[in-house]
């Protein structure tokens, strides 16, 4: 059995020629699509960072809780309000 380099030596020049197109052509392919796989991990990646979160409560919860007269604190609000995204900052002021 010949290794790929025999049989590439072997060839004719007009077919080392054909090959090698069709190397640079698989070679584009390759790197477009590893490009657009690298491209959608960084988006991704980016889409829920650490200081981003969703609060999730039942809404008869949040509802009951916000009908009492109550005071609540902002914090207690934002706990009991239903898929409300939060955001965290390292320096609120």
Do not use: C
């Not at 939060?86 to 002021?93: G, I």
């Amino acid at each position: 059995m010949q290794s790929a380099f025999m049989r590439y030596t072997e060839m004719s020049a007009e077919d080392q020629r054909a090959f090698d197109r069709w190397m640079k052509a698989n070679l584009v392919v390759g790197s477009l699509f590893a490009s657009a796989l690298v491209a959608m991990a960084l988006i991704g990646s980016k889409a829920l960072e650490p200081e981003t979160a969703v609060a999730q409560i039942s809404r008869s919860v949040a509802i009951e809780a916000l009908n009492h007269d109550q005071h609540l604190s902002p914090y207690e609000i934002m706990i009991r309000l239903p898929n409300l995204p939060t955001q965290q900052v390292k320096d609120p002021f």
